[in-house]
């Protein structure tokens, strides 16, 4: 058996998640109203067997420490951890991370004597993976270097950098986001490529990189130390490429690279779904999180349809529909929420606190009564107030604002925002 170390790259700004990455990582980013983006990598390497675990963190990381801190704790009779690496000033070195290959190669002194193989991984996709088979097929190939891929059509080439495959899955072409036309064609995998390998090809007609790597130990210490190299994709995956053997791990289920607030939010709403590609309802593989204790959620004559409510929610005579309703939400009677995906709030408001605000004109926390909200995304401890309509009534593609903007026609309420009584967006 291999002797697996994890290393969860966690230390991204998230700057196309903006405005939900003001205040934090993107992997701490919430979704599906109760967990973080950062539980799906953990939850995967828990369910692998794959339990000693470095996160690498940097940007805006303290909600991100605090949700690991409080989650993730192993038993004393068990070499497992979960242990945060943030950059940090040496004697050595006296950078922040300039990129993911950087970040790895500032911690090699932890890693290395660890494991024979290191398995890297994203700390802000969306999906269920066993590593073990990804592992087994490194081991059985002989590989230096093996990349999880995943088949694309035409249409998303851009997004991704791409690559070709002999025969025997070894990886001879990589090329990052080709976007004219030449290139994409040149990258094109014929349909008996994706059979070998048991994928139905169907309209796909390429392979992309998932930006999830494993690596025998000798191999990613030679590409990491022998150049300054600072990114995976762009420059040690090609590197690897011509000096290495690298192969190719063939992935043909759910995976989403949440990385725009349109990503991010189509993500969410199809968790709504009868039967959604993506399912947080698994009995065998649960995806972890922080347990908080909450109450069931109450629910007060509400229109509820295809909808997810989360606990410690109270819910006064609203319709909901087609939306995600977060940890310890409030909704106003009256209220009518549509393709919303709602938060939640980190604490409950006495009822002194709520007094006080309001006589500065300060809502309480959640959505008051008579607001309208359609295709938005409502951030933690946001304050909506009475009779608030949040519906993009001028039909704006792209709006900056503090405590309200615009995204490829989706509105956003960051984290802590005052939403005025009568308000109209």
Sequence with gaps: MANVVSVILAGGQGTRLFPLTKMRSKPAVPIAGRFRLIDIPISNCIHSDYRRIFILTQFASESLHRHIFLTYRFDAFHEDFVTLLSAQQTLENRDWYQGTADAVRQNLSFIKD???????????????????????????TGADVSISVIPVGAGRVGEFGVMKVGSDGRITEFREKPRDAPAMEAMKVGEDVFSRFGIAPGDRTHLASMGIYVFSRDALVDLLTTNAYEDFGKQVIPEAI??????????????????????????????TRPAPAFDFYHQDRPIFTHARFLPGSKIIAADVAS??????????????????????????????????????????????????DGTHGIPPIGIGRGAEIRNAIIDKNARIGNGVRLVNARGVRDEKGDNCCIVGGILVVPKNSVIPDSTVI
């Design 307 to 356: 909808s997810i409510l989360c606990e410690g929610s109270v819910i006064r005579g609203a319709s909901i529909k087609d939306s995600i309703i977060g940890i310890r939400s409030k909704i106003g009677e009256g209220s009518v929420i549509e393709r919303t995906v709602m938060m939640g709030a980190d604490l409950y408001e006495s009822a002194e606190d709520i007094a006080r």
């Design 242 to 271: 011509r000096r290495k053997k690298v192969f190719a791990h063939f992935f043909d289920g759910y995976w989403e690279d949440i990385g725009t607030i349109p990503s991010f939010f189509e993500a969410n709403l199809a968790l």
């Design 114 to 140: 660890l494991g024979d193989v290191v398995l890297i991984l994203s700390g802000d996709h969306l999906y269920r993976m066993d590593y073990r088979k990804f592992v087994e097929g490194h081991l059985r």
